[in-house]
């Protein structure tokens, strides 16, 4: 017979409860899974990344030098690959000769479509004279990927002067690129070079562009035609830029920013207004999907029914979320961390990000 109301557990029993209560709380508290093991992960001030079809990354890392009684940018190159291997492939230092001081900064890195060839695009600031003049410019710098400089037949330089967004095509002796249009900062000119015959030149000429993505194993392009006043109608094209024909494929309803084509180049997305991202199909380009998401920077994964958006403005932290075609189902990856910066190979299989506070950059095969 047990006299009394109470029941005394035993010291098992206890243990037992508090074990319990344990998972419990547990449970309970919100956990964030491990972070994906990267491929490889190298500890580089990177100001700006591209990753090739086989899994290398040129990495721009800053530097500072002392040329007298003035501090200049020599930024240097890097070739990185998944294997967690890096080279010096361009000394910024040794890179231009000059009795003046010779600043550079590197804007962007990018690939030829067989991974061969980088385009490298650069603002410049030299002191002209002794008093300390300086004068600025952007330039294009043509590299083989082990950073020897391809020289442009007849102008003793591997350089096209003030152009930006320079990407060598499928073509082995051509780079389309961009010229900024004279009269307006929001419209540009498309130019097209073949190293080995001499100096580029504008084509399509009175055509004016605010937009331009480059379908370099196809030669060709599709870009946002505005006239120059920027009044008309918004034109969405597609550029054959060898034969120097155009072909008008929608006009737009809106369009705010970003344009980005998917791997095989049958699909361009772009933002018709704040939070709405618009799909059309180049081979039938009058009926658009329209998916409802944040604005931010996209790129089309591999198999183009999604599209990988980092949220917010290019230049600010975001997550990296899978936007699915059409649905507008939103799946983070990479564990739903923050990144400064991101950078996806052109057939969508490897990620390289940047982590803010830190000047580690890694690779991961893209999920």
């Given at each position: 017979?047990?006299?009394?109301?109470?029941?005394?557990?035993t010291?098992l029993?206890?243990?037992?409860?508090?074990?319990?209560?344990?998972?419990?709380?547990?449970?309970?508290?919100?956990?964030?899974p491990?972070?994906?093991?990267p491929?490889?992960?190298?500890?580089?001030d990177c100001?700006?990344?591209?990753?090739?079809?086989?899994g290398?990354?040129?990495?721009a890392?800053?530097?500072?030098?002392?040329f007298e009684?003035y501090?200049?940018?020599?930024?240097?190159?890097?070739?990185?690959?998944?294997?967690?291997k890096?080279?010096l492939?361009?000394?910024?230092?040794?890179l231009?000769?000059?009795?003046?001081?010779?600043?550079?900064?590197?804007?962007?890195?990018a690939f030829?479509?067989?991974?061969h060839?980088?385009?490298?695009?650069?603002?410049?600031?030299?002191v002209?004279?002794?008093?300390?003049?300086?004068?600025e410019g952007?330039?294009?710098?043509l590299?083989?990927?082990?950073?020897?400089e391809?020289?442009?037949a007849?102008?003793?330089?591997?350089?096209?002067?003030?152009?930006?967004q320079a990407?060598?095509?499928?073509?082995p002796?051509s780079?389309?690129?961009?010229?900024?249009?004279?009269?307006?900062e929001?419209?540009?000119?498309?130019?097209?070079?073949?190293p080995?015959?001499?100096?580029?030149?504008?084509?399509?000429?009175?055509?004016?562009?605010t937009?331009?993505?480059?379908?370099?194993?196809?030669?060709?392009?599709v870009?946002?035609?505005r006239d120059?006043?920027?009044?008309?109608?918004?034109?969405?094209?597609?550029?054959?830029?060898?034969?120097?024909?155009?072909?008008?494929?929608?006009?737009?309803d809106?369009?705010?920013?970003?344009?980005?084509?998917?791997?095989?180049?049958?699909?361009?997305?772009?933002f018709?207004?704040?939070?709405?991202?618009?799909v059309?199909?180049?081979?039938?380009?009058?009926?658009?999907?329209?998916v409802?998401?944040a604005?931010g920077?996209?790129?089309?994964?591999?198999?183009?029914q999604?599209?990988?958006?980092?949220?917010?403005?290019?230049?600010q932290?975001?997550d990296?979320?899978?936007v699915?075609?059409?649905?507008?189902?939103?799946t983070?990856?990479?564990?739903d961390?923050?990144?400064?910066?991101?950078?996806v190979?052109?057939?969508a299989r490897?990620i390289?990000?940047?982590?803010?506070g830190?000047n580690?950059?890694?690779?991961y095969?893209l999920p």
């Amino acid at each position: 017979m047990i006299r009394g109301s109470q029941f005394r557990p035993t010291r098992l029993a206890r243990l037992t409860l508090l074990v319990a209560a344990i998972f419990i709380c547990l449970a309970a508290v919100p956990r964030t899974p491990a972070q994906d093991k990267p491929l490889a992960s190298f500890k580089l001030d990177c100001r700006t990344y591209s990753v090739s079809s086989d899994g290398r990354v040129a990495c721009a890392v800053f530097r500072e030098l002392k040329f007298e009684h003035y501090t200049i940018e020599r930024d240097n190159i890097w070739m990185l690959t998944s294997k967690g291997k890096s080279k010096l492939i361009v000394d910024g230092e040794k890179l231009v000769k000059s009795p003046m001081p010779f600043s550079f900064s590197i804007q962007r890195v990018a690939f030829s479509p067989d991974g061969h060839r980088l385009t490298v695009q650069m603002t410049t600031n030299q002191v002209t004279d002794s008093e300390g003049n300086t004068h600025e410019g952007r330039l294009v710098d043509l590299m083989t990927d082990d950073g020897k400089e391809i020289p442009v037949a007849g102008t003793k330089t591997s350089v096209i002067e003030d152009a930006i967004q320079a990407n060598w095509l499928a073509d082995p002796d051509s780079v389309a690129y961009l010229l900024r249009d004279a009269n307006s900062e929001l419209l540009y000119n498309v130019g097209l070079v073949h190293p080995s015959v001499g100096a580029g030149s504008v084509i399509f000429k009175g055509h004016f562009f605010t937009a331009v993505v480059w379908d370099t194993p196809h030669n060709a392009a599709v870009a946002i035609e505005r006239d120059e006043a920027l009044s008309g109608p918004i034109k969405l094209v597609r550029l054959d830029l060898l034969h120097g024909t155009e072909e008008n494929l929608a006009t737009l309803d809106g369009y705010i920013g970003q344009l980005a084509l998917s791997p095989n180049g049958d699909k361009v997305a772009y933002f018709r207004d704040g939070d709405t991202l618009e799909v059309r199909s180049i081979a039938n380009p009058s009926s658009a999907v329209t998916v409802n998401c944040a604005y931010g920077t996209v790129v089309w994964g591999a198999d183009g029914q999604r599209i990988l958006l980092k949220r917010g403005p290019e230049k600010q932290l975001g997550d990296l979320v899978w936007v699915s075609i059409p649905g507008g189902n939103l799946t983070p990856i990479l564990n739903d961390l923050i990144y400064h910066s991101f950078a996806v190979s052109p057939d969508a299989r490897y990620i390289a990000v940047t982590e803010p506070g830190n000047n580690k950059i890694s690779l991961y095969p893209l999920p």
